[in-house]
């Protein structure tokens, strides 16, 4: 097994449910809004860290997208994400 050098940062979790690592953004649970974090990440992975557990990971990326898992969402989000181009016209 390969060793990986890690680094390691302390966040805290924005009102849009993301922290900032490297200048892109993971999605953490939505019931951690506002709650210091701390992300351990390598070239290849992003682990989220709450009170010394890991809550989550993402695979590292290095575009300006935010990476978010629809489980971390609060469910109302979750039901506006999964609308179709065609719901969103009928809505409009």
Same mark, same amino acid.
């Given at each position: 097994q390969?060793?990986?050098?890690a ?5 805290r979790?924005?009102i ?5 690592v ?7 649970? #939505?019931?951690?809004?506002r709650e210091?974090?701390? @992300?351990?990440? /390598?070239t &290849? ?6 009170k010394?557990?890991r809550?989550t990971s993402h ?10 898992k629809?489980? #971390? ?5 979750r039901?506006h @994400?999964?609308? /179709?181009p &065609?719901?969103?016209?009928r809505?409009?």
């Amino acid at each position: 097994q390969r060793y990986e050098l890690a680094e390691w940062k302390r966040c805290r979790v924005n009102i849009d449910y993301h922290v900032e690592v490297d200048h892109h953004y993971y999605s953490v649970p #939505h019931q951690l809004l506002r709650e210091n974090v701390e @992300a351990r990440y /390598t070239t &290849s992975i992003v682990e989220i860290y709450y009170k010394g557990k890991r809550i989550t990971s993402h695979r590292r990326r290095y575009d300006r997208r935010p990476s978010t898992k629809a489980e #971390h969402m609060p469910r109302s989000h979750r039901a506006h @994400a999964e609308w /179709t181009p &065609s719901r969103l016209i009928r809505w409009a």
